[in-house]
């Protein structure tokens, strides 16, 4: 072949495929900015002026202005015990948090025996123009028991607003403590502010580690959020297959490993929800899975077609699911290709959407509307 028509051939080759990209790219109703480049980031929060704090697994947390401007890393965390799916976890914000300047950090903490649990710490954070520092620093919850491995922490943390502390725990890859009542794997707990106890969760009286399920039968639960009704949503991880979303009823069972749409990673069966009607089935579930790492109710205004949509970050489906609810069930409309593992997604104080790439070089991405056409 001449060199002049191979070089035209690669050149028309090029065109076609960066052709393709950009119409798929024009055909997302939103732009995606990059705005800063993190390692192995995990999750992020927005402060009252527009900054986020992100955390990165290794133990960093990082102060970022709206337009990229990284902090250092903010001084007097806890060590983190970093490795699989483990390290520095969820941040969140106190609901006070501009009265007391409190934050909350989930993590891995490492225990006797190569034995290693989530664990959730609240203190203040002080900032300075270099970064800051967590200070006043307790440790309000831990998984119970810890156990080895080093996978299905789980972790979020979130608020509602009546001002308790919603947490999501992962069964930590060992199954059977999803239905174990004195363990608080494979749960959603919830607690004060300050780590205690409410009197009224479902299983209160029982006391001790039961006292804080709020829900059980969970296998890895990545995202959890309000609705405008007030009504709490979760994400998590199936196993092979089964990813699920669920509506979290007070003192409800959602059946994991006794029942899932997955199956064993083994091959081995698990009974689909349908068999056992008695565990509240998903609202909606995923086969193939999308790996959702993180989940947000949108109810802003620069995207107002969305408002009161599920948005999921997809990791090994490396994307933006949409999910519209209906009632007690919700299912998926669209899914938009990102390129890369999606590991969280926030809504940002104007309405824009955050989204943050998993693992080292991972991007943060802002997503806003395209300019009208
Ligand atoms: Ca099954």
Request: aromatic share 8%; hydrophobic share 40%; charged share 25%.
């Amino acid at each position: 072949m001449p060199e002049s028509l191979m070089k035209r051939l690669i050149s028309v080759t090029i065109c076609i495929v960066m052709a393709a990209c950009a119409a798929a790219e024009d055909d997302r109703p939103f732009l995606a900015e990059e705005i800063a480049t993190l390692s192995e980031p995990w999750a992020m929060a927005f402060l009252p002026d527009g900054r986020l704090l992100i955390t990165e697994k290794k133990g960093r947390l990082l102060l970022i202005s709206q337009d990229g401007l990284t902090s250092n890393a903010i001084s007097g965390l806890p060590e983190v015990d970093y490795g699989g799916q483990g390290g520095l976890g969820d941040v969140t914000l106190h609901p006070d948090y501009k009265l007391n300047g409190i934050i909350y950090l989930s993590y891995a903490e490492a225990g006797e025996n190569d034995r290693r649990g989530a664990a959730v710490a609240r203190g203040r954070l002080v900032l300075d123009d270099r970064g800051g520092k967590f200070e006043d620093v307790e440790v309000i919850w831990r998984q119970v028991p810890k156990v080895e491995g080093r996978g299905h922490y789980g972790h979020r943390l979130l608020f509602d607003a009546d001002g308790y502390l919603f947490i999501s725990s992962g069964e930590r890859q060992k199954f059977d403590p999803a239905q174990d009542m004195q363990s608080n794997l494979g749960k959603i707990v919830r607690l004060h502010d300050d780590g205690s106890l409410p009197d009224d969760n479902p299983f209160a009286d029982q006391g001790g580690v039961t006292a804080q399920i709020w829900t059980l039968g969970h296998r890895n639960p990545l995202g959890i959020a309000f609705d405008a009704q007030g009504q709490l949503w979760n994400v998590e991880m199936g196993p092979r297959g089964g990813d699920e979303l669920n509506r979290v009823v007070r003192g409800e069972n959602y059946g994991y490993p006794i029942v899932s749409n997955g199956d064993h990673y083994n091959g081995k069966d698990i009974p689909d929800h349908g068999t056992r009607p008695e565990f509240a089935a998903p609202a909606t579930w995923w086969t193939p899975v999308i790996s959702p790492g993180g989940f947000i109710i949108y109810d802003g205004n620069l995207f107002p077609y969305w408002a009161g949509n599920g948005l999921a970050a997809g990791l090994s489906s490396k994307s933006l699911v949409r999910i519209e609810f209906d009632g007690e069930t919700a299912h998926e409309v669209e899914r938009f290709n990102m390129g890369k593992r999606m590991r969280a997604i926030k809504q940002g104080p104007k309405g824009a959407i955050w989204m943050l790439e998993d693992k080292k070089g991972a991007r943060l991405l802002k997503l806003i509307p395209p300019p009208a056409r």
